[in-house]
């Protein structure tokens, strides 16, 4: 699976301009969201749970422009809850935005 790592910091450099530290602010915000957001979809027992993180997670994904976590959002969205395979690539898409740094 390809991945955009500038999809991100470009959509927070677009909205901000070149204030590195309210990217890095931004960044680190959307960072704490979306891992709240996988670990509701861990904690789900029941479908509307499960939906309800999934669909909060495909906002956040969308608002900061993180494409590749907005996809795979939309993957748990249609999957059944606690499906491993799509919280394990939410996972990496995740830890990849949060290992890369410009």
Known sequence: MSFDY??????LAAA????QSLIAELRT????????????????????NWHYAA???K???????ARQVLLLAEEAATAAPGEPTVLRRLEQ????IEDHRD
């Not at 915000?29 to 509307?48: I, M, N, P, T, Y």
């Open 93 to 96: 898409a995740i830890k990849t």
């Open 6 to 11: 500038g999809a991100l910091d470009a959509a």
């Open 29 to 48: 915000a959307f960072l704490e969201s979306a891992k709240r957001q996988v670990d509701l979809l861990h904690r789900a027992r029941c479908d509307a």
């Open 59 to 65: 906002g956040l994904a969308a608002s900061f422009g």
């Open 55 to 57: 669909w909060r997670l």
């Open 16 to 19: 901000v301009g070149d204030d």
